[in-house]
């Protein structure tokens, strides 16, 4: 999949993926803020406050490198720019873009035939067992567009 044509790229926007590590940085600090600043009577709370808030800022961490990249929609199915395979059209059964779907916001959800190695891209993609999860941090229009493309590329194939 390293060399096929690129049909479409889905990248968040910059000010989003700003606000979004922000936010989550701004939690976690604001935690461990909170633990320093009126600790708690329990050493045990104390610990999991600061616990929490480090987690956060890890998670800010990890978003501001993931959303770095984009998820690329290529003649043999979808891949992160760095050329990690997130799934091959073989593989998708179905996509789900409806309303109760456990999917990100502003994104989509597949079902895969068979299941993948987790992976985890914040704010970006994931994919866990038979599911993988595309949006978070990505612009609406781009991710429908996407979607559609994934899905006229299934019903062509199934028929």
Do not use: C, H, Y
Not at 27 to 46: D, E, K
Not at 101 to 122: D, E, T, V, Y
């Amino acid at each position: 999949m390293q060399q096929e044509e690129i049909i479409i790229a889905l990248r968040p926007a910059p000010a989003r993926r700003a606000v979004g590590a922000a936010m989550v940085a701004a939690l976690g600090a604001l935690l461990i803020w909170l633990a320093l600043a009126a600790p708690p009577a329990s050493a045990l709370w104390l610990v999991f406050l600061i616990g929490l808030g480090a987690l956060a800022l890890w998670g800010a961490w990890r978003m501001w490198l993931a959303t770095g990249s984009a998820v690329e929609l290529t003649e043999g199915g979808l891949r992160d720019s760095d050329g990690t395979p997130i799934a091959t059209f073989d593989e998708i059964e179905a996509i789900d873009r409806g309303m109760f779907a456990f999917k990100p916001s502003n994104g989509f959800l597949l079902r895969l035939a068979r299941p993948g190695p987790r992976a985890w891209r914040p704010g970006l993609w994931w994919r866990a067992g038979r599911r993988v999860g595309v949006g978070g941090l990505t612009p609406r229009g781009a991710s429908r567009a996407m979607a559609d493309a994934i899905q006229i590329r299934l019903a062509a194939r199934d028929r």
